[in-house]
């Protein structure tokens, strides 16, 4: 199958689950879950491409299994958050702007969270996409390398996931500053795997014709996270709700993993 019939097939494939998930919305008044399914989905856009493009086996089962694996994980664990903790105030917020501005409330979220977020999707995934569309050539030493960094950012992330979830489950930390484990070394442990993932996708899927495109999905994603919607919005409302944040991030690193300053 030709890149462009690919990238076609998996932009159809998204829109209709994006559709699918907006009525799903209407229903609950919450469009939160959409934070699970971005996951979610780019497994989607994997398992499609692994069944319908004819790439290098070892290439496409190397793209496809790391997607998917990070996909199920993080979607899990994003999944029984919202369950957990109910509708994201961002997208309280965010609704009721647009909302301000004349929208009504299900065309704000069909647009503004749906297919935005299908689109964006799109883009972060192009690694599993490109590099899933070429025979040739087969998997070098720098596709090895990417698979190596990518099952490490997995593995990172899971980490302070699970490491996060333990000391917010702990009553005795309520209103305390997560600081242990890679939380000590990083302010953002799950957002450094997160990339690492991608980066090192982007790096299995440069070994193919117009691979370095895809690298575009990892540089927007890395972007998304230090920049925009990632680490801003989070450290905004920490250092609003927890006394000792400020501290914590004058002596920890905010991405990279580094040794912490002396208080």
Known sequence: ???????????????????????????????????????????????????????????QNLLAGLCLAWALRLGKHLFLRWRRTGEDKRYQSLLSRLQARGLSWPVAALVFVFLLQGVLLLLVSLPVQIGQAYAHPPVGTL?????????????????????????????????????????????HPNYFGDACVWWGLGLIACEVSWGWVALAGPAFLTFTLLKWSGAPLLEKGMASTRPGYADYIRRTSGFIPWPPKSS
């Open 143 to 187: 596709g090895w390398i990417g698979a190596a960094l990518a099952a490490f950012g997995l593995v990172f992330e899971a980490v302070g996931d699970h490491q996060l979830e333990r000391f917010k489950a702990d009553p005795a930390n309520t209103g305390q500053v997560m600081d242990r484990g890679l939380w000590r070394y990083t302010r």
């Open 1 to 59: 199958m030709p890149l462009i019939d690919l990238l076609c097939l998996n932009a159809g494939v998204i829109l209709l689950v994006m559709i699918l998930l907006w009525a799903i919305s209407l229903r609950l008044r919450d469009v939160s879950f959409i934070d699970a399914f971005w996951a979610f989905n780019m497994g989607l856009v994997a398992v499609v491409d692994r069944l319908a493009a004819d790439g290098d086996p070892v290439r």
